[in-house]
């Protein structure tokens, strides 16, 4: 089992470029998440889902949409990058969403806009 | 919203010192995990803590969960170069985690 994998591990943008970033796990897991990680911040919830087809919201939404077509892959992107969208975006999943559910996540991609 | 702190966000401690992180939430929690971050990896789940007042260890590592649901704290007893990272707390109230601001733990051998 590779778990959770990520594509890119680092990109460079210029401000109004766009992307998409990859994840991917092989653990039918059902729920997904995007996080990213600022200095200081912790990780910050972005978007999530809880099955295939559905999204939701998290903590800091704006400039982001994210798409789950198919169970193993949760896409993150970016319409319009902007320098306050450079950070470390970290992907996990989960079995479930209950109270006993584990958070593996991926390496991670390291993005910076210029 | 939802605000899970910790404290503290660096700590620097001689090998072989014990060292304490401590959790804080503005509302009561369905359960709290622990997750350790090494520098330039990704975050690593350690535990679990579910109950009121539950207490768990792991060789080194102690668990605490308060008796309110609100805090947390993870105590490692006589640090070893490994013990290097970042430990982050994540409170559950539902579908999303909150975690915390992390504690960066430096060991100087």
């Known amino acids: 089992n590779a778990g959770v994998t990520q594509t890119p591990k680092f990109r460079v943008l210029k401000t109004g470029q766009s992307m998409t970033l990859l994840c991917a796990q092989d653990?039918?897991?059902?729920?997904m998440y995007w996080y990213r990680q600022d200095p200081g911040m912790g990780l910050r919830l972005i978007h999530y889902?809880?099955?295939?087809?559905?999204?939701a919201k998290g903590e800091v939404p704006d400039g982001y949409n994210v798409s789950r077509l198919k169970k193993q892959n949760f896409l993150l992107g970016l319409e319009s990058a902007a320098p306050s969208q450079t950070s470390v975006y970290f992907c996990?999943?989960?079995?479930?969403?209950?109270?006993?559910?584990?958070?593996?996540f991926g390496p991670g991609t390291r993005l910076t806009v210029l | 919203g939802q605000q899970v702190m910790q404290i503290p966000q660096y700590q620097h401690v001689q090998e072989g010192e014990d060292f304490t992180t401590y959790c804080n939430s503005s509302?009561?929690?369905?359960?709290i995990q622990w997750y350790k971050q090494r520098p330039g990896g990704h975050p690593v789940f350690l535990i679990q803590?579910?109950?009121?007042?539950e207490v768990k260890k792991q060789k080194r590592l102690t668990f605490q969960f308060g008796e309110a649901k609100k805090n947390s704290s993870l105590h490692i007893t006589a640090t070893q170069t490994t013990d290097v990272g970042t430990y982050f707390c994540?409170?559950?109230?539902?579908?999303?985690?909150?975690f915390g601001t992390g504690t960066s733990l430096t060991v100087i051998p």
């Open positions: 996990a999943s989960s079995y479930g969403g209950s109270a006993a559910d584990t958070q593996y």
């Open positions: 653990m039918n897991h059902e729920y």
């Open positions: 889902s809880v099955g295939e087809g559905t999204t």
């Open positions: 509302t009561t929690l369905s359960n």
């Open positions: 803590l579910v109950k009121s007042g």
């Open positions: 994540a409170g559950n109230t539902g579908n999303q985690f909150y």
